[in-house]
């Protein structure tokens, strides 16, 4: 059985998607990753289990034990294998959507199972997913405490100004149709580092943290707080993404539905899947795909990749500008996720649109953070500091998860 031994607070995080589970455990005190991994394609006949320990990788295929339920205990197995399994503090889960109900990430009681459930229809592709994993989870490790941290919690504190639609205000009170935000953690987390960066209080802070992935979506940060934030009331507003469209004209979804017959299914596969780099280059949702094509000897690929970038780009630098007018100041602008970590050429072309704002970029720098390690990246004549900060949600999981199961002990 798994001892609550507070020492070791090593924590089993969860972030369980329609079709995949990812999985790590971290300790919560040291910050070191012991393991981690995913399951993928679930309740498909080839779905499979990858582990990494220790820097090895180890694929397994799952053949009839597929479910979430399966890759779970799967994950248990590979606990007890690798030692791990008696050290298992608290199992922290990530949980997409936590409309108005949450404000901070909770312990898991049943009343915090049904608020999630009743704000599944905000979030019908993943909030059941996550919830399946909670349901696993209690049933595999019953005498763990489960803590739910939500993508939508830090963004609960913006202002009524940057939240509400101006849309039939009736629409909010009655359905909660307002913009939520999300990449939560990943917000939250860099804005602290880059506090630390710039060695100020997280109070007297004011940064645009950009988290640019296969989603993608910028927050303004005031004193440590999230004032505005680009993704809405789902994960498809604001800047272009991988698949996703992020800002069109609403107008459009009446033009397709009236004049080219599309069903609210074609809408949906459409913004949220055949759109973004992908939609725009017709090659690929995938940044450094596109980075490669600009190289390439086909023109036409290469000018199909080149209008996907700058699309990209155009939207991050108007997104940016447009976010001084959430802060009092402005700090730093933080690049992280995927993209934002590993692309110097999209940071350059970001900024370079910035330069009348005062930003520069520092080329030599700038090449020099691509590796992973972040770090400034403004040249000596730029008004703010530009910094990349490599983003670490799971991180941000497992430290809430310990805290609120500490506190259950404690009380
Ligand atoms: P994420 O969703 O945060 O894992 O980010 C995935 C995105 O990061 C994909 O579009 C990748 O192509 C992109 N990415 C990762 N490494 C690089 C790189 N070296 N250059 C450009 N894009 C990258």
Redesign the pocket.
Known sequence: MASNNSNEKNILVLNCGSSSLKFAVINSESTDLLLSGIAERLNQSDASITTKINGTKNTEALGEMNSHLHAIKQVGHQLKLNGLIDTIYAVGHRVVHGGESFTQSVLIDQDVINAIQETSGLAPLHNPANLTGIKAATELFPNLPQIAVFDTAFHQTMPEHAYLYAIDKTLYQQHGIRRYGFHGTSHYFVSREAANVLNKPIEQTSVITV?????CSICAVENGQSVDTSLGLTPVEGLVM?TRSGDVDPGLIIYLQSQHQYSTEDIDELLNKKSG?LGLSQI????????EALDSDNEATQKQAQLALDVFCYRVSKYVASYTCALSHLDAIVF???????????RKTVVERLNLMGLFVDEQKNIQA?FGQGGEIQSENSNVKILVVP?NEELVIAQDAARLASAQVTN
């Open positions: 988290h640019l992935g296969n989603g991988g780099l690929s949702n995938d940044c450094r795909t596109l980075e992280t996720g995927g993209i934002g970590e590993n692309s110097d050429y999209i691509r983003t």
